[in-house]
Structure formats: C-alpha cells, structure tokens
C-alpha cells in the first residue's frame, strides 16, 4: 500500500473514565482485533501509523540521564554518528542491487517483447521474481520522509498495491476493460504517471504489481492452486486484441521502473550533495529515522496492511503480490530487511556480506540484555516468516485453528513484539520524543 494511504492512528494521555483500547483511532480497514490498544504512552507503537509518537521522561531505561547515555555512546566505538553512516552505505548497496536486477528484468522484458514466446515470458518472471528479493528488503528505508516516500517520494508510483487489474487489462467477464483497451490513451511515461492512481488509490498503473500483473495476468484460480497464468500470445500480433499496445505498456512500466530506482538509488550514492550527505550528518536524528522505518514496517505495514488484514479478510484480493503467489517471498524479505538494519548485516548481490556500525551494537552500548532481547525478537520474526507456505491466499482461509492461519498469526504476533520492544531500544539510546507525520 502506498504510504500516502496511511491512515494517522494516535496516542494520547487518557482523561478520567477512558479505556486505554478507546484511545486507539485509526484506519477502518483494520478490525479492532487488528488495531493495537495503547498500552501506555511510553509504549505505542501504531498499526498503519503515519504518526509515530513516543513521549519518555529524559532519562534512560537504565536510569542514566540522556546526556550520560549520548556520552556513553560516544565513548564507545560506535556511536550514533557511525552507525547512520554505515547505515546510508547498507541503503546504497541494497538499492544498488535491486538497481541491477531491475536491469535484468528490463532485459529479459525487452527480449519477450521483441519476440515473444513461451520460454520468453518464463524468463521475465524468473526475473521479476528475482528482482523483488532485493526490493523487499529496502521497505524498511520507508516511513521517515526519505528519498523513497518523503515530499516528491515515487514510492507510490514503484510499489503501491492493492491493484484494480481491470483498470491496465481485460479480466474475466471484461474482455474490454482497462488502459490498453482504450485506444485514445497514449501509452508513454507522462501519460502512465499522470494515469497512476488517477479516481482511486487501487487505479495502480505502474510499478512492481503493474508490471507482475502483465507478466502473470488475473488470478482466477478458485481452489487457490497456481498463480495467474497470462498466455504469452497475449503479446503476439494477430492472435490477441491489443498485442501491440501490451506489448508497448509493459516495456513502458518496465522502464518507469528503472528510472525510478535509479533516482533513489542515486540520493544515496557516496561523496555527493545529495539525501545521504544529509542524514548521515544528523546523528541521533538520523537513528530516529531507523528506529521509525524499522517501527512502522513491523507493526504497522507489515504485521498490519499486508498481514492482519488478509487475515481478517480471507479474500485474495488483500494479499500484496496475488497476481505471483509471491506474497510469502514479499513477507520473508520486508523482515530481513528488518534484520539487516539492526544487526548492520547485508549479503548483497554478488554473495558477498557487507557489515558494519549497527543499531544493535549502539543499543548494546547502554543496555546489552536489551540488544540481545531484540535480536532474538527480530530473528524469531524472519523465522516464522519463513515458516509461512505457498500460496498465502491459501494459508489466510479456514478457522483461526487451521495451520495456515496460525502460522500467519505467529509471525504477526512476533512483529507486534519487536516493534514493543524497539519502543524500549529507542529510549536507552537517548531518544526521547519520537515523531513521524505522513509527508
């Protein structure tokens, strides 16, 4: 979901009388089983937040003042400062990448659409599907008004989903509908970016999903066995309605898709006036924005939008990658990338592991049962995520008994308790008032 379509939930004080569960608002896509009580003030962190807030006396968990906790910390071989710039390097590689294998795809969807065949459009899926390890695990660099959803963010035109298909493509029932359809639509970039999200936020016409929805097509399977299974003639002359202008809308997504990861992959390129010189001079700010990025996709995104959600729905429809059956791979990816930025661990592309100054060792400095407690947690976490079988539209259905389910509702369960205790993670590291607003 995009982070413009967030809902703000909020956190205050209660006044005589009030329940702390009535003091939780937010978005009506969640069930109030799905929302998360305001436990205390010190304690809150929001499904689907786009406001973040945490209000801590000034002095640690420990009971250090916070100047003594900062000085600790800088005391140490890490300090803030270190680990938000290994942190700017952990983004650029990650991005870097997806970067690369997003060039892959354009090539294998160059190829497909130059000459399609069978064997074609197996290889742009294998692509894309590859792609997406890499992308998944960037979701964490979100929610803090950074290059990829801060003012003129293009997250919303790269990965926003849930996806109306029918308004890129013919569905069943609608052999007509959708953009390709119309032949008094210009397909081009401007015309594309101009039409993304135009009279409703699931009118989605580029990005990750557009591009896997041309790629697999409408899935129509009722038992839940397979993905889409779009026809390669689909994009071969004389044998489909509008062979032509497929073929000319996906090599357009495709290539919206590669501009747009190159320009946030540049706004974190080293030795350059750019996002990334920035932030890795704000320090103890710039931790903040880890925390809320690692924060809000636990809880709020994660374990809420793509998690609580389906669960509660059981409709296919909510699941984020249903046109793939990829949605398993989008969950195990988004709690790695989790991982990656508190343990400052990354194997990147090439196999190869990049580590450095982490969010870990910095809480560790301050209270070291703390830091292993949130390792365990956040490990715990990308295990159950693993534990999750394909499809996801099939593990979603049943009783809250049914096995599939449960193992859904586990790896909820332990993204709920990560983000609690990262609450405390940021409060003995010396922050003390801890803000978001959507940009």
Known sequence: MSYSSLKAFTCRA???GESHTARAHGN??????????CATVATCLIAGSSVLSFAHAATSANGMPVDS????????NVTPQSVAQFYAQLVYANYSDTLSAAKELQQAINSFTAKPSEAGLKRARAAWLGAREFYGQTEVFRFYGGPIDGDNGLEGQLNAWPMDESYVDYVAGNLKAGLISDSTILIDSNTLLELNERGGEE???TGWHAIEFMLWGQDTNIDGVGAGARVY???????????DRRRAYLSVITNLLVSDLSTITGAWAPAQDNYRKTFEANGLQAVRDMIVGMGSLSRGELAGERMEVPLHSQDQEDEHSCFSD???RDIVTNAQGILNVWSGS???KDGSTLSGASMRDLVATQNASLATELDGAIRHSVNNAQAIQAPFDREIIGSDQAPGRQRVQVTIDSLVQQSKILVSAATVIGITNLTLSAP
């Open 28 to 37: 009506s896509l969640f069930s109030s089983s799905a929302r998360v009580a």
């Open 69 to 76: 906790v900062r000085a600790a910390a800088k005391a140490s």
């Open 14 to 16: 209660p006044v005589a």
């Open 346 to 348: 990354y194997m990147r």
């Open 233 to 243: 003639t689909d994009f071969v002359e004389g044998t489909a309605h509008n062979a």
């Open 326 to 328: 990829n949605t398993h």
């Open 203 to 205: 009118n989605i016409s």
